[in-house]
């Protein structure tokens, strides 16, 4: 299998596949283990402080529950037209959330990294950055941020602009150099639109999901809101190309296709993007039956490892300008059986 561009390979919250996501161990290990950048999910504080964390809704991510003093917290809210109960980061301030220690989210799945819970704090963005800045310089190696911004329109909503306070954290922090480090993502284009009116010189890719539309556009639109669909269609991706630069997408959305008689891997998505201008990235490579596809699935169980590196390979045969894994070290194994010899590196993050 001969693809045409060596992929990125992006740390998913860091190595959660060993470590619980979004702690300072879990990227420090994602570098150490080779990946090329990492993605940090981006939701705020009630004071506006940046905290990394997969949701606002932390229950399941932190000890909050098992804390006496924030168990009146506990409430009902609806983000993005969903109703979902727990404890969530803006009715926090940061002094508060400081406190918490971080869990493991799949602990059934993750038994090794739930072994560690605990024992980190929650990170703010400021921490990562400098934490990314300290390893560049360490390792002479350039490590990018791939920031998701999480639930924009929503926090909008009750008086806390991601734009600004992403913008502003940014170039407070030395991270608005344009130096090619800096890649921002969201399910919302509207965000991606005012971070680049704010000045932001960051790669910007909107996220896609199979089904359903972008919760800024139901927001705006209810029902008439275009759906993810419309955007993945040729005209719609020569049309995003106007604003954003990259499209990710679920990896069930890439759908290779090998060629018995060639060496090639395509796909149909993976080379519509690439000819409307985009690139292309696909999200999230896990090694656990539960996560693989199901003719990669193996005995064991859901937590057992089944056959990776057939499905990694596929994916990453197929053109793919990036890809995020939740164990960075396997992802970058099987980018070197697909591609044995160092190329040229398709992106930058």
Same mark, same amino acid.
């Given at each position: 299998?001969?693809?045409a561009?060596?992929?990125?390979?992006?740390?998913? /919250?860091?190595?959660?596949?060993?470590?619980?996501?979004?702690? /300072?161990?879990?990227?420090?290990?994602?570098?150490?283990?080779?990946?090329?950048?990492?993605?940090?999910?981006i939701?705020a504080?009630?004071?506006?402080?940046?905290?990394?964390?997969?949701?606002?809704?932390?229950?399941?991510?932190?000890?909050?529950?098992?804390?006496?003093?924030?168990?009146?917290?506990?409430?009902? #809210?609806?983000?993005?037209?969903?109703?979902?109960?727990?404890?969530?980061t803006?009715?926090? *301030?940061?002094?508060?959330?400081s *406190?918490?220690?971080?869990?493991?989210?799949?602990?059934?799945?993750r038994?090794?990294s739930?072994?560690?819970?605990?024992? %980190?704090?929650?990170?703010?963005?400021?921490?990562?950055?400098?934490?990314?800045?300290?390893?560049?310089?360490?390792?002479?190696?350039?490590?990018?941020?791939?920031?998701?911004? #999480?639930?924009?329109?929503?926090? =909008? %909503?009750?008086?806390?602009?991601? =734009?600004?306070?992403?913008? =502003?954290?940014?170039?407070?922090? +030395?991270?608005? %150099?344009?130096?090619?480090?800096?890649?921002?993502?969201?399910?919302? #284009?509207?965000?991606l =639109?005012?971070?680049?009116?704010?000045?932001?010189?960051? #790669?910007?890719?909107?996220?896609?999901?199979?089904?359903?539309?972008?919760?800024?556009?139901?927001?705006?639109?209810?029902?008439?809101?275009?759906?993810?669909?419309?955007?993945?269609t040729?005209?719609?991706?020569?049309?995003l190309?106007?604003?954003?630069? +990259?499209? %990710?997408?679920?990896?069930?959305?890439?759908?290779?296709?090998?060629?018995?008689?060639?060496?090639?891997?395509?796909?149909?998505?993976?080379?519509?993007?690439?000819?409307?201008?985009?690139?292309?990235?696909?999200?999230?490579?896990?090694?656990?039956?539960?996560?693989?596809?199901?003719?990669?699935?193996?005995?064991?169980?859901?937590?057992?490892?089944?056959?990776?590196?057939s499905?990694?390979?596929?994916?990453?045969?197929? +053109?793919?300008?990036?890809?995020?894994?939740?164990?960075?070290?396997?992802?970058?194994?099987?980018?070197?059986?697909?591609?044995?010899a160092?190329?040229?590196?398709?992106?930058?993050?």
């Amino acid at each position: 299998m001969t693809p045409a561009r060596r992929p990125l390979v992006i740390g998913h /919250r860091g190595a959660p596949g060993y470590r619980p996501e979004h702690t /300072r161990s879990s990227y420090e290990l994602a570098i150490a283990l080779g990946a090329d950048a990492v993605e940090p999910d981006i939701v705020a504080s009630r004071d506006g402080v940046l905290v990394l964390r997969h949701e606002n809704e932390i229950g399941g991510t932190t000890d909050v529950a098992s804390r006496p003093e924030f168990a009146a917290w506990r409430t009902t #809210k609806t983000i993005d037209g969903a109703a979902l109960t727990g404890w969530f980061t803006e009715d926090f *301030t940061w002094a508060e959330l400081s *406190t918490l220690r971080a869990r493991e989210r799949l602990p059934s799945i993750r038994t090794s990294s739930s072994s560690f819970d605990g024992q %980190s704090p929650i990170m703010r963005l400021s921490e990562l950055l400098e934490l990314l800045d300290t390893a560049g310089e360490e390792t002479e190696h350039s490590l990018g941020l791939v920031a998701e911004i #999480k639930h924009a329109a929503y926090f =909008d %909503s009750i008086g806390l602009p991601l =734009d600004e306070l992403v913008a =502003d954290e940014l170039i407070r922090s +030395g991270w608005n %150099s344009g130096d090619g480090r800096l890649t921002v993502e969201s399910f919302e #284009k509207t965000v991606l =639109d005012l971070l680049r009116g704010r000045g932001i010189r960051s #790669k910007n890719v909107f996220l896609l999901e199979a089904a359903g539309s972008p919760p800024d556009l139901v927001a705006r639109f209810g029902s008439d809101a275009d759906s993810y669909a419309s955007f993945l269609t040729r005209d719609g991706m020569r049309m995003l190309r106007r604003d954003v630069e +990259g499209i %990710s997408v679920d990896k069930n959305m890439i759908r290779p296709r090998p060629d018995a008689d060639s060496t090639r891997v395509s796909s149909a998505l993976v080379d519509a993007a690439h000819e409307a201008g985009l690139e292309i990235y696909c999200w999230t490579l896990r090694p656990e039956n539960r996560f693989l596809s199901a003719e990669f699935r193996r005995g064991g169980g859901p937590a057992a490892f089944g056959d990776w590196e057939s499905e990694f390979a596929l994916i990453l045969a197929t +053109g793919v300008d990036g890809v995020f894994a939740d164990q960075a070290d396997l992802a970058v194994a099987a980018r070197e059986a697909v591609f044995p010899a160092r190329g040229t590196v398709g992106g930058s993050a």
